[in-house]
T-cell receptor, first 115, second 113 residues
């Protein structure tokens, strides 16, 4: 596709349920990032992938959060046993790590609401 | 630890005014700096990217400057329009390797007609 896509755009779930968020990066982009944007907190880094490996997972807030990337393309962020504090917009970005600028391109985000 | 601060948090101006948004960062060792725009309920749109070796970048009515040694960047918007109303985010990339961007909390701009 032309840009980064994410699905679903909105997700409402009950506390304690598991959720999966999907990101399709720009074709050919080897680097992929997940961020979280909470009300009043700004954008926080969660995890970075280079190809299928994740050299930086330092932003994952707890072991309830995990992510994987397959085929060097699609990535899935999984949140287990969701809590109300997980409510946020989850943004995915990709970049061409071979490019000089490493500019990151963002998807539209998934708005997660935990009730 | 790198911290990015944006001032002001909110700004309201009448249409046609020129305005400046400010971004400061605590560690001058950055690889590049990006300015983004975010419309309500939407993702981020990249506006300008300045490499650490550059002083400024221009795109249309937008001009971004970078003073790495003092840890400051400004985004200048000329002849503001109601369509410029959005939140503007500044983000720094610490180094060349695949590190994440570190964001400020943004400046919410409202341009009235």
């Amino acid at each position: 596709g032309a840009g980064v896509s994410q699905s679903p755009s909105n997700k409402v779930t009950e506390k304690g349920k598991d959720v999966e968020l999907r990101c399709d990066p720009i074709s050919g982009h080897t680097a992929l990032y997940w961020y979280r944007q909470s009300l009043g907190q700004g954008l926080e880094f969660l995890i970075y992938f280079q190809g299928n490996s994740a050299p930086d997972k330092s932003g994952l807030p707890s072991d309830r959060f995990s992510a994987e990337r397959t085929g060097g393309s699609v990535s899935t962020l999984t949140i287990q046993r969701t809590q109300q504090e997980d409510s946020a917009v989850y943004l995915c970005a990709s970049s061409n790590s071979g490019g000089a600028s490493y500019e990151q391109y963002f998807g539209p985000g998934t708005r997660l609401t935990v009730t | 630890k790198q911290e990015v601060t944006q001032i002001p948090a909110a700004l309201s101006v009448p249409e046609g005014e020129n305005l400046v948004l400010n971004c400061s960062f605590t560690d001058s060792a950055i690889y590049n700096l990006q300015w983004f725009r975010q419309d309500p309920g939407k993702g981020l749109t990249s506006l300008l990217l300045i490499q650490s070796s550059q002083r400024e970048q221009t795109s249309g009515r937008l001009n971004a400057s970078l003073d790495k040694s003092s840890g400051r960047s400004t985004l200048y918007i000329a002849a503001s329009q109601p369509g410029d109303s959005a939140t503007y985010l500044c983000a720094v990339r610490p180094n060349q390797a695949g590190t994440a961007l570190i964001f400020g909390k943004g400046t919410t701009l409202s341009v009235s007609s």
